[in-house]
């Protein structure tokens, strides 16, 4: 790994004692998902090694949080709530739309690479469905077909070139 991720490892063990060092997994992982865009087994593997875990203990971490990317994702990641609460609130409903709107089922990447959509249980956000998160970083309530097509629409438009001249 980069001498600058090395860095960053080491300024979030350093949080820990020693005897401790291993709650850091989580931000390393996040780490290596910021330079790489997603976590590979190799990289779980340098994680283990860097802090003296078993790589499956890793891996378990890497899979139990669907904020770690396993393969790569589309530049936008759209993670819908499916979770009762919001099923009953059209969360079903929001997936099935933006399956049909984006040309990809759940799971998948457009062809363009710019959006992955997947499901989550929950997004601590029930009052609000249907709900996703887009990036793991911004929530988006109350997602109508409407504010569905606007949010796709408005994150298409932040990478296209703009008018030509």
Do not use: W
Not at 101 to 124: I, N, P, W, Y
């Amino acid at each position: 790994m980069a001498p600058e991720v090395l860095d960053r490892f080491a300024a979030e063990v350093a949080k820990f004692p020693e005897a401790g060092k291993q709650s850091a997994v989580m931000a390393l992982l996040a780490i290596v998902q910021q330079v790489e865009g997603h976590v590979s087994l190799q990289r779980e593997r340098d994680i283990a090694a860097y802090l003296g875990m078993a790589p499956i203990a890793v891996h378990e971490v890497t899979t139990f949080y669907n904020m770690y990317n396993q393969r790569p994702v589309g530049k936008f990641k759209l993670n819908v709530c499916t979770n009762l609460p919001c099923q009953l609130r059209d969360g079903a409903v929001a997936l099935a739309h933006l399956e049909k709107k984006l040309g990809v089922r759940m799971g998948e990447t457009t062809a363009d690479g710019l959006f992955t959509l997947q499901q989550s249980e929950c997004l601590g956000a029930c009052a609000d469905s249907p709900v996703m998160l887009v990036n793991d970083r911004t929530m988006c309530s109350f997602m109508s077909n409407e504010k569905l097509d606007q949010l796709i629409d408005g994150l298409r438009a932040t990478t296209s070139e703009g008018p030509k001249a």
